[in-house]
């Protein structure tokens, strides 16, 4: 079984950006650690928020079996009901075709490209819209 956790902010935003690749998120970051057995295998950071938005990074361990439905649930409830943003935007470096591949199953849109935004790759923007996430309840979508 799953379990979410969000103590040691610290030191999940210091895993999952080792795994990202990125020195450190931004100064507002928040982090939902999930553990699998007792052990980290994900961590989501939310950041870069904004009165309807936020940046959303998936790291994990590689393995697969934390994406449950419940934790797909808990993620998303964050951003879209507990704090009532309208869209959650992912910036995916082009040549991570896993990351896109996965973003896109999860539903989020294709909205833009950026042109050499990073030191050797583009980025893709892809978006989540609050009225299109399938893992929140139907009240919450609108």
Known sequence: ????????????????????????????????????????????????????DCNMHVASTGSRYWLTRGVLKTVFHYPFVQLGLRRVTGLIPTKKTDAIRFNAHLGFKLEGLCPEAMP???????????????FIPQEYRQ
């Not at 020195?23 to 904004?50: P, T």
């Not at 050797?120 to 399938?134: A, H, N, P, W, Y």
């Open 120 to 134: 050797d790759d583009d980025l893709q923007i892809r978006g989540m819209l609050r009225r299109e996430c399938r």
């Open 1 to 52: 079984m799953n379990e979410c956790v969000i103590e040691d902010q610290p030191g999940l935003l210091a895993w999952a950006a080792e795994r990202i690749g990125l020195l450190r998120f931004k100064d507002d970051a928040k982090a939902i650690g999930i553990k699998r057995r007792g052990e980290l295998v994900a961590v989501v950071v939310y950041d870069a928020f904004s009165e309807c």
